[in-house]
């Protein structure tokens, strides 16, 4: 085929792909079903070669789809799939706008080592160490991040912004959110990434797809044996030049009439711009290609390695977060574990799986997932945590664990979540309001919604907290719920391996219908 | 200081009373102080019936709602919406008795009725799961969130022992007349909620009351020159233990009445009567009391009592 409908399919096409993974990230409303979001991650490369290894089920095999896809038509992936990728054509188009230069590409020679021993190290480090590499360069999850951390801000900034003009004209279709940032240092590495990609495909295009990312390298080695690929008429083409000019890959050697492979995402913008359709799209035609290494780079790279390397060595943390002291609360909390979400079965288990994507972290209709930064260690950075200073684990919701795409956060019906003990709640009796103001408060236990914290008689007509840890769920609203300052008089310690919680029991008041008035 | 009281005195006395009252709406409390007048009851208790029903009753006992909402009037109504549990569980307002209360309201001639809470659990699943979001729109109210400071205004409570400022939710402030419709509850620290204690899902900040003598705070809360025109307090399932949330179905009783009143003193203490908890031993009633809030003694109130 050379004809152009190609590329605007693939505009089309990933336009709407795009739309839907910026709402699914923008939905603070929940309004987005779990499963429709599901569907849409099933093809996402890392999340469900984590999620395959996992379960080790063929039922999370999207990545082998995507593998077959890539044998037969080359990184199309890359064009038609990847949130990151096709924002960062998005971004090329601004670019362009802003100064034409942007736009104009040309051929330039390939990172081979480069992008080879990122995608060598990303491999080793993951089965050697863990998830970390994963995590910082799977393009989903900077996608997702930066969906997060800086688009979403935004989005219920003028949600607020609007709902804000709404009430005044007595409208309440759009409700205020209250926004809550995340502790600062975990903005780094978003950030930075935010900047890289962003910078990279606002002057040059592709160029992380075809320097850093893993997936991309990994995909364009299999394309090298694709079936359907561009391919040059080299008898019509007039050598002008412009397909190069077009290409967001800088993968068109337009003299020597070549295209390299293993860097073209499959965008059609050459065959739409070459006015001699001297090039097509279809069944391939083998043509020899020579390498070159560079010293230096080499170097370069070694070094860069070791310093991510270093980074994985670092064990588990403890938090070590004391918020600012006033005077009242004097007894510090002891929390020997940060509490994973629910679904999460072991903290071991949930970091190995998970490559912060953050989109948990969007879901949660309460805001009690948030980044890690040290809680996990620094490895565990920006995984989600439960915060219970921040908000609680609301009883009746298991959304996190149904929208997770690499598994790390196992689905649990809603019945079995209730019962799932992510944590237990400790209570410091010497920080409770109840024994330091001798008045009434039960905060925390009000708030229980398996009663494990209840209030058991204590001076004169007052009543004070008792926790029964083995039907604690550690939904943490008691530690929300308490006023006591600096440190809370409950808090909810970690289990490092998730258990089945009692069912609370119940009996039947022995208080009776009345038949009369009482008064 | 009780409206009724206050015009009564205000009746009697001349024009003294008139310098306490510092902010306008002068207008307002005479219209209201007519129907007052007509009420023959200090309190309607009813029992037997569906809370629909009972509403239906006991607010034709008390010379309809017209006796408490004039035409063109903006109306809040603020039942207990705080938890994320199915009506059945009744930790919430019974979502059938706010419907009868709007549309009572609006028949009344209200321009605008409103229902909001300050919730405990995430407040778009208690909206949702209490019933009471979909009933009240479906009778032509507005639902409105309660969930960000910025709903919340700063005001002063002159003379609160523990609590002199708070932020009150805007509608408070806007609205003209105050609907309060508490669900009667066992709590776990006070023993009891109900018309005093449900004021704590107007403000913002609950932390502090918890932390500040929190039955003086209740007590101190109802100073407020804001107060509700009428209390409607459903006691159609009362939780009788593990409230105010409750666990499981086995901590309802079927009580099947509904008490109506302006003094919400008065209201509280009946529904201690109900819950089978000594008046006194909740310890915001007596302070009440005794600042002049209501009454808690029962016997020196005339009560209409209906069985359906």
């Given at each position: 085929?050379?004809?152009?409908?190609?590329?605007?399919?693939?505009?089309v096409?990933?336009?709407?792909?795009?739309?839907?993974?910026?709402?699914?990230?923008?939905?603070?409303?929940?309004?987005?079903?779990?499963?429709?979001?599901?569907?849409?991650?099933?093809?996402q490369?890392?999340?469900?070669?984590?999620?395959?290894?996992?379960?080790?089920?063929?039922?999370?095999?999207?990545?082998?789809?995507?593998?077959?896809?890539?044998?037969?038509?080359?990184?199309t992936?890359?064009?038609?799939?990847?949130?990151?990728?096709?924002?960062?054509?998005?971004?090329?188009?601004?670019?362009?706008?802003?100064?034409?230069k942007?736009?104009?590409?040309?051929?330039?020679?390939?990172?081979?080592?480069?992008?080879?021993?990122?995608?060598?190290?990303?491999?080793?480090?993951?089965?050697?160490w863990?998830?970390?590499?994963?995590t910082?360069?799977d393009?989903?999850?900077i996608y997702?991040?930066?969906?997060?951390?800086?688009?979403?801000?935004?989005v219920?900034?003028?949600?607020?912004?609007?709902?804000?003009?709404?009430?005044?004209?007595?409208?309440?279709?759009?409700?205020?959110?209250p926004?809550?940032?995340?502790p600062?240092?975990?903005?780094?590495?978003?950030?930075?990434?935010?900047?890289?990609?962003?910078?990279?495909?606002l002057?040059?295009?592709?160029?992380?797809?075809?320097?850093?990312?893993?997936?991309?390298?990994f995909?364009?080695?299999?394309?090298?044996?694709?079936?359907?690929?561009?391919?040059?008429?080299?008898?019509?083409c007039?050598?002008?030049?412009?397909?190069?000019?077009?290409?967001?890959?800088?993968?068109?050697?337009?003299l020597?009439?070549?295209?390299?492979?293993?860097?073209?995402?499959?965008?059609?913008?050459?065959?739409?711009?070459?006015?001699?359709?001297a090039?097509?799209?279809?069944?391939?035609?083998?043509?020899?290609?020579?390498?070159?290494?560079?010293?230096?780079?080499?170097?370069?790279?070694?070094?860069?390695?070791?310093?991510?390397?270093?980074m994985?060595?670092?064990?588990?943390?403890?938090?070590?977060?004391?918020?600012?002291?006033k005077?009242?609360?004097?007894?510090?909390?002891?929390?020997?574990?940060?509490?994973?979400?629910?679904?999460?079965?072991?903290?071991?288990?949930?970091n190995?799986?998970?490559?912060?994507?953050?989109?948990?972290?969007?879901a949660?209709?309460?805001?009690?997932?948030?980044?890690?930064?040290?809680?996990?260690?620094?490895?565990?950075?920006?995984?989600?945590?439960?915060?219970?200073?921040k908000?609680f684990?609301?009883?009746?919701?298991?959304?996190?664990?149904?929208?997770?795409?690499?598994?790390?956060?196992?689905p649990?019906?809603?019945?079995?979540?209730?019962?799932?003990?992510i944590?237990?709640?400790k209570?410091i009796?010497?920080?409770?309001?109840?024994?330091?103001?001798?008045?009434?408060?039960?905060?925390c236990?009000?708030?229980?919604p398996?009663?494990?914290c209840?209030?058991?008689?204590?001076?004169?007509?007052?009543?004070?907290?008792?926790?029964?840890?083995?039907?604690c769920?550690?939904?943490?609203?008691?530690e929300?719920?308490?006023?006591?300052?600096?440190?809370?008089?409950?808090?909810?310690?970690?289990?490092?391996?998730?258990v089945?919680?009692?069912?609370?029991?119940n009996?039947?008041?022995?208080?009776k219908?009345?038949?009369?008035?009482?008064? | 200081?009780?409206?009724?009281?206050?015009?009564?005195?205000?009746?009697?006395g001349?024009?003294?009373?008139?310098?306490?009252?510092?902010?306008?709406?002068?207008?307002?409390?005479?219209?209201?102080?007519?129907?007052?007048?007509?009420?023959?009851?200090?309190m309607?208790?009813?029992?037997?019936g569906?809370?629909?029903?009972?509403?239906?009753?006991?607010?034709q006992?008390?010379?309809?709602?017209s006796?408490?909402?004039?035409?063109?009037?903006?109306?809040?109504?603020?039942?207990?919406?705080?938890?994320?549990?199915?009506?059945?569980?009744?930790?919430?307002?019974?979502p059938?008795?706010v419907?009868?209360?709007?549309?009572?309201?609006?028949?009344?001639?209200?321009k605008?009725?409103?229902?909001?809470?300050?919730?405990?659990?995430?407040?778009?699943?208690?909206?949702?799961?209490?019933?009471?979001?979909?009933?009240?729109?479906?009778?032509?109210?507005?639902?409105?969130?309660g969930?960000?400071?910025?709903?919340?205004?700063?005001?002063?409570?002159?003379?609160?022992?523990?609590?002199?400022?708070?932020?009150v939710?805007?509608?408070?402030?806007?609205?003209?007349?105050?609907?309060?419709v508490p669900?009667?509850?066992?709590?776990?620290s006070?023993?009891?909620?109900?018309?005093?204690?449900?004021?704590?899902?107007?403000?913002?900040?609950?932390?502090?009351?918890?932390?500040?003598?929190?039955?003086?705070?209740?007590?101190?809360?109802?100073?407020f020159?804001?107060?509700?025109?009428?209390?409607?307090?459903?006691?159609?399932?009362?939780?009788?233990?593990?409230?105010?949330?409750?666990v499981?179905?086995?901590?309802?009783?079927?009580?099947?009445?509904?008490?109506?009143?302006?003094d919400?003193?008065?209201?509280?203490?009946?529904?201690?009567?109900?819950?089978?908890v000594?008046?006194?031993?909740?310890?915001?009633?007596?302070?009440?009391?005794k600042?002049?809030?209501?009454?808690?003694?029962?016997?020196?109130?005339?009560?209409?009592?209906?069985?359906?």
């Amino acid at each position: 085929m050379s004809s152009s409908i190609l590329r605007r399919i693939r505009i089309v096409f990933s336009t709407l792909v795009f739309i839907f993974f910026v709402l699914a990230f923008i939905d603070f409303k929940s309004l987005i079903p779990s499963n429709f979001i599901n569907t849409l991650l099933y093809l996402q490369f890392i999340p469900s070669v984590i999620k395959f290894f996992d379960l080790k089920t063929l039922a999370a095999g999207g990545f082998l789809i995507v593998i077959l896809l890539t044998f037969i038509t080359g990184r199309t992936y890359c064009s038609f799939l990847c949130p990151l990728g096709i924002g960062q054509d998005l971004n090329s188009r601004i670019g362009g706008r802003i100064k034409k230069k942007f736009r104009r590409y040309g051929f330039k020679k390939p990172f081979t080592i480069l992008r080879y021993t990122i995608l060598a190290a990303t491999l080793i480090v993951t089965i050697v160490w863990g998830i970390y590499m994963i995590t910082l360069l799977d393009p989903y999850s900077i996608y997702g991040r930066s969906m997060t951390y800086f688009v979403k801000p935004v989005v219920i900034l003028i949600n607020n912004f609007l709902a804000g003009i709404f009430g005044k004209f007595d409208l309440y279709t759009l409700s205020n959110v209250p926004l809550k940032g995340f502790p600062l240092i975990v903005y780094s590495i978003p950030a930075a990434f935010f900047l890289l990609v962003g910078g990279l495909s606002l002057t040059k295009g592709r160029l992380y797809c075809n320097m850093i990312c893993p997936v991309g390298t990994f995909l364009g080695l299999i394309s090298k044996i694709s079936i359907f690929r561009i391919k040059f008429n080299e008898t019509a083409c007039t050598r002008c030049g412009r397909c190069a000019m077009r290409c967001k890959s800088s993968c068109i050697d337009f003299l020597k009439a070549d295209v390299d492979i293993t860097r073209c995402v499959s965008c059609f913008n050459c065959i739409h711009t070459c006015q001699d359709k001297a090039i097509t799209y279809g069944i391939v035609s083998f043509k020899k290609k020579v390498h070159e290494t560079d010293e230096s780079r080499r170097k370069v790279i070694v070094g860069s390695l070791l310093l991510l390397l270093g980074m994985s060595r670092n064990a588990n943390g403890q938090d070590k977060k004391a918020p600012k002291p006033k005077k009242e609360s004097t007894v510090k909390e002891n929390k020997t574990s940060p509490v994973c979400p629910p679904g999460g079965v072991g903290i071991a288990d949930f970091n190995k799986d998970c490559i912060a994507c953050s989109i948990c972290i969007n879901a949660c209709p309460n805001g009690v997932l948030q980044p890690a930064y040290r809680q996990y260690g620094l490895t565990g950075m920006m995984q989600p945590v439960m915060d219970y200073h921040k908000s609680f684990c609301t009883y009746n919701c298991t959304k996190c664990t149904e929208i997770c795409p690499t598994n790390a956060l196992h689905p649990l019906l809603l019945e079995a979540k209730k019962l799932t003990q992510i944590g237990k709640a400790k209570f410091i009796k010497d920080n409770c309001i109840v024994k330091t103001e001798k008045t009434a408060c039960g905060a925390c236990s009000e708030s229980c919604p398996t009663k494990a914290c209840h209030m058991i008689p204590y001076e004169g007509n007052l009543v004070i907290p008792e926790v029964t840890e083995d039907i604690c769920i550690g939904c943490g609203h008691c530690e929300f719920a308490c006023p006591a300052s600096p440190y809370k008089a409950i808090f909810v310690d970690g289990n490092l391996m998730h258990v089945a919680a009692k069912k609370p029991e119940n009996v039947q008041s022995e208080i009776k219908t009345p038949v009369e008035f009482p008064f | 200081m009780k409206r009724r009281d206050f015009l009564r005195t205000s009746v009697g006395g001349g024009l003294a009373a008139g310098a306490v009252l510092k902010m306008g709406g002068f207008d307002k409390l005479w219209s209201s102080k007519a129907v007052s007048a007509a009420a023959k009851y200090d309190m309607v208790a009813v029992m037997g019936g569906n809370p629909d029903a009972m509403f239906d009753l006991g607010i034709q006992e008390l010379g309809g709602m017209s006796a408490f909402v004039q035409k063109g009037q903006k109306v809040l109504i603020k039942p207990n919406i705080g938890w994320d549990v199915i009506p059945d569980l009744a930790a919430n307002t019974n979502p059938l008795l706010v419907k009868r209360i709007i549309e009572h309201c609006f028949k009344a001639g209200a321009k605008e009725v409103y229902v909001f809470d300050h919730t405990c659990d995430n407040w778009v699943n208690c909206y949702k799961n209490s019933g009471i979001e979909k009933l009240a729109k479906s009778a032509g109210a507005k639902v409105v969130p309660g969930n960000s400071e910025s709903y919340y205004q700063q005001i002063e409570i002159p003379g609160g022992v523990k609590l002199q400022k708070a932020k009150v939710h805007q509608l408070l402030l806007e609205t003209d007349v105050f609907i309060n419709v508490p669900v009667l509850k066992d709590h776990n620290s006070t023993k009891m909620t109900c018309c005093l204690k449900n004021n704590m899902g107007l403000v913002w900040d609950r932390g502090y009351w918890h932390s500040n003598d929190l039955n003086q705070c209740i007590a101190d809360f109802a100073l407020f020159e804001k107060k509700p025109a009428l209390n409607v307090i459903d006691c159609y399932n009362v939780m009788v233990k593990h409230g105010p949330q409750g666990v499981s179905k086995e901590d309802i009783v079927s009580m099947k009445t509904q008490i109506l009143t302006a003094d919400w003193v008065a209201g509280d203490a009946a529904a201690a009567k109900m819950l089978g908890v000594a008046v006194d031993k909740i310890e915001y009633i007596p302070i009440a009391h005794k600042m002049g809030l209501g009454n808690m003694n029962l016997d020196s109130l005339n009560i209409k009592r209906i069985k359906m």
